[in-house]
């Protein structure tokens, strides 16, 4: 039963250890925020009919 015990013990440690990480990341992480402009052709907006003969 110590073997149980001490497996439940260490997977509980890795947990907190990941949480820990988890939250860290969370508080002093911030992404930054730019604009973001994208062209887009004319062709793809407003495509031109097939004209059949």
């Given at each position: 039963?110590?073997?149980l015990?001490?497996?439940?013990?260490?997977?509980?440690?890795?947990?907190?250890?990941?949480?820990?990480?988890?939250?860290?990341?969370?508080?002093?992480?911030?992404?930054?925020?730019t604009?973001?402009?994208?062209?887009?052709?004319?062709?793809?907006?407003n495509?031109?009919?097939?004209?059949?003969?």
């Amino acid at each position: 039963m110590p073997t149980l015990t001490r497996l439940i013990l260490v997977l509980a440690i890795l947990a907190g250890l990941v949480y820990a990480g988890m939250v860290a990341l969370v508080t002093f992480v911030h992404p930054k925020q730019t604009e973001m402009t994208i062209r887009i052709p004319s062709e793809k907006l407003n495509p031109k009919p097939d004209q059949k003969k």
